[in-house]
């Protein structure tokens, strides 16, 4: 089978997304006949028709109860030829979260509108979430077409209206009624004019593959693995491009460098490892690298201070005033956010870390320029960041810091741990005292 | 130039969840593997042994035992803990078992309850466990399907839907406040078929229950019962046959129903599995008993 494809879908309430998902786990027959029995004996949405799509994604009771998905749901289904992994994402406004949530990980995204109402704010909104984490890969799915006669004209302008808003990103536009099935798995009789493909042929075919393995490479180290004395081995999920043994990578913060010697995996060494594979390093150099370190070919971004966008999804408000814990590749440190947001708001902020990360901007990668965060009393994960750049030092362009009070600070804030810190400082003032 | 490497879907879940296994161990103090006996804590036990490879299982394992689940699943449970060198933890509910608790007396809801809610959360409380692995997947259950890699459990062991925390990219977040613990998934984005897939690829032990052969049974309705615990008694007009059969998921023997099948190896399992359209859960009686009663139970306590 040729790998996974992720995907979120992203639509108003009402618009009939948890029906076009059911829909598809039922007509790829990823839905058993147990769970059709349970949703039959469930079913009292009589409008929907014989069997209720959407309860077989609206999960928890009190959706069911409701009418509403509140909760990001993940569905899997295979055809022959990929597997699929679905982030249901929720459509009501407050849940927006729940939509990054699903998108942050996605290759591509459904976006559903109704035909009827056409692109409202919440499209746009889903559209531009969709955007911001990532997604340049869209299916514009047009849903109740049979209650607007599948007027091609409907269909058009909201295609076009579409188009606009994802300029940049590759949108394939279909015409639909999830409730009956048109143009889901099969191309229907009642669209002549849509030249198709279905969704599910379009699903199984489509090429969004972001090569992970063309970027540099970028290996956080989860744990060092120390079995005995003969063995240390840096273990991690390479989160971009490919390593062999004999290259030299660099680990940072430090900065230094050491050829690799093994990769080490449980069937066997390999000559070379590549993204997104879960290996372990063994290194000719003993240099100092612990959890929280990065092994990079080329240089990655190193600093304290960045900018980013970050969607807050705590009830909390985002407060200056506050100290929050930031987890970013396996590293966490505190950090500092210089302004406020307010639940399901989206902003562009600055952030200084008690420590230095080591990072690229999101737009280049996905796992190294991406962060949550943590909200320190209630350990809430309140926020998630997407870097768009580095601000050196947290100094204006143009000024350097002047006072040794400045100096020393600055130099504590570079180094790799706080133990560098010290080592740093210490010898900054033994400088200045000989 | 060479063409892009890329993985295959196993390959893939398995990269993803070693990586979920080793942010556990980084991330907590005292981790435990719940085991179950069944194919997905076999595969958990795999993907443990790459995770740390070449050390040991950093963890120990952790049996729930109600004393009722089938007797050639207590010797593959024994013989594979001593294989991959790991510590086996067993817990039991002793006082339930002596006031004499059993399905049949108390009924499935309160034996579940004492037998295995109430006896996993005494287990971890006793091993002072602050992070529990357990081998659930999404596409078992509707409930399952919102539940999260890493999900919180308050002081009482119970989940709460509506407190979830957002997870992002591959960031896990798993701060704790007090009383506070964590269940953990790995195998979240897996399927079934994922599942033995695996198994049988990588050449995973299973337990011998899961291949067809000629079993003594109760064919009561839809339902094949094996009659190892003395209380399983035979209805008037019933009496034990010999049939073929397999289990398609292990529980108790008293509730955990047979299939008739003829799939002795594990290409023809999966052969089985991609033709039926009964999903595997049906036949463990437990989760039928109201509607959404997995839901409620993962409220009290239950993985």
């Not at chain 2, 510590?87 to 039991?92: A, E, G, M, N, Y």
């Not at chain 2, 839809?222 to 073929?244: A, D, H, W, Y």
Request: aromatic letters at 6%; glycine letters at 6%; hydrophobic letters at 40%.
């Amino acid at each position: 089978m040729a790998g996974l494809l992720r995907i979120c879908t992203a639509g108003s309430v009402d618009d009939g997304k948890s029906t076009l998902i059911g829909r598809m786990l039922h007509d790829s027959q990823s839905v058993y006949e147990d769970q059709i029995h349970s949703v039959q004996a469930a079913s009292k949405n009589l409008a929907a028709g014989p069997i209720d799509f959407s309860l077989f994604t609206d999960g928890l009771k009190a959706e069911r109860e409701q009418g509403i998905t509140i909760d990001v749901a993940y569905r899997y289904f295979a055809t022959a030829r990929r597997k699929v992994i679905l982030a249901d994402t929720p459509g009501h406004e407050q849940y927006t979260r729940n939509m990054a949530t699903g998108a942050s990980t996605a290759d591509l995204a459904i976006l559903l509108v109704d035909a009827r109402e056409g692109v409202k704010v919440q499209s746009r909104r889903h559209a531009r979430i969709a955007r911001l984490l990532g997604i340049t890969d869209f299916v514009l799915a047009v849903n109740k077409m049979d209650l607007v006669d599948f007027d091609r004209e409907v269909f058009d302008g909201i295609r076009d209206e579409f188009d606009e808003m994802l300029t940049g990103a590759r949108c394939h536009a279909i015409p639909l009624s999830a409730l009956h099935g048109d143009n889901v798995i099969t191309l229907s009789d009642r669209t002549p004019w849509f030249e198709g493909p279905s969704l599910l042929e379009y699903l199984e075919t489509v090429d969004v593959s972001r090569d992970l393995t063309k970027l540099p490479l970028r290996f956080p180290v989860q744990l060092v693995l120390r079995p005995n004395d003969a063995f240390r081995g840096y273990s991690g999920q390479l989160a971009s491009g490919t390593v062999r043994v004999g290259d030299r990578v660099t680990a940072w913060p430090s900065g230094r460098s050491a050829r690799v010697q093994r990769i080490v995996t449980y069937d066997g060494d390999l000559d070379m490892a590549f993204a997104p594979m879960s290996v372990t390093l063994t290194l000719d150099d003993e240099i100092d690298i612990s959890r929280g370190d990065l092994l990079a070919t080329d240089p990655p971004d190193v600093g304290q201070h960045f900018e980013a966008e970050v969607v807050w999804m705590d009830e909390r408000p985002l407060d200056p005033a506050r100290v929050y814990l930031l987890k970013h590749t396996t590293r966490t440190v505190t950090a500092e956010v210089n302004h406020a947001l307010l639940l399901n708001q989206i902003g562009t902020v600055s952030v200084s870390t008690s420590r230095p990360l080591v990072f690229d901007p999101y737009a280049s990668n996905r796992i190294t320029g991406g962060f949550i965060l943590i909200d320190t009393s209630t350990h809430f994960t309140a926020g998630a960041g997407m870097i768009a750049h580095a601000v050196r030092d947290g100094v204006a362009p143009g000024t350097t810091p002047v006072t040794a009070a400045e100096r020393l600070a600055l130099l504590a804030r570079r180094a790799g741990s706080d133990a560098d810190a010290i080592k740093a400082v210490e010898q900054a003032l033994e400088e200045i005292l000989l | 130039m060479t063409t892009t490497p890329r993985l295959d879907h196993l390959r893939a879940l398995e990269a993803e969840s070693i990586h979920i296994l080793r942010e556990v161990v980084a991330e907590f103090e005292r981790p435990v593997m719940l085991y179950s006996i069944g194919k997905d804590s076999s595969v958990m036990l795999r993907l443990a042994q790459k995770a740390f490879h070449p050390g040991p299982i950093p963890f120990p394992l952790l049996h729930v035992d109600t004393t009722y689940k089938f007797k050639e699943m207590i010797q593959f449970r024994d013989q594979m803990a001593a294989s991959v060198g790991a510590r086996l933890i067993v817990h039991t509910n002793e006082e339930a078992i002596s006031d004499g608790t059993q399905p049949f007396k108390v009924g499935t809801q309160r034996c579940c309850g004492l037998l295995k809610t109430k006896s996993l959360l005494d287990g971890l409380q006793a091993g002072n466990f602050d992070a529990a692995l357990g081998g659930a997947r999404r596409d078992e259950e509707r409930s399952r399907a919102k539940e999260r890699v890493f999900s919180l459990r308050d002081a009482n062991g119970q989940w709460d839907p509506k407190r979830q925390r957002p997870e992002l990219w591959n960031l896990l977040n798993g701060r704790l406040g007090p009383g506070e613990s964590i269940r953990i998934f790995p195998l979240s984005n897996w399927t079934e078929i994922d599942v033995w897939q695996y198994i049988h690829v990588e050449e995973i032990p299973i337990v011998p229950l899961y291949y067809a052969k000629e079993r003594e049974v109760i064919v009561r309705g839809n339902s094949l019962i094996v009659q190892e615990q003395p209380f399983v008694v035979t209805m008037p007009g019933e009496k034990p046959q010999m049939v073929r059969c397999r289990m398609r998921s292990l529980g108790c023997s008293p509730c955990t129903g047979a299939i008739r099948s003829d799939a002795d190896t594990v290409p023809k399992i999966i052969e089985e599995l991609i033709s039926t359209r009964q999903s595997e859960r049906q036949l463990r009686i437990i989760d039928h008993d109201q509607d959404g009663s997995m839901e409620l139970k993962k409220r009290e306590g239950y993985f």
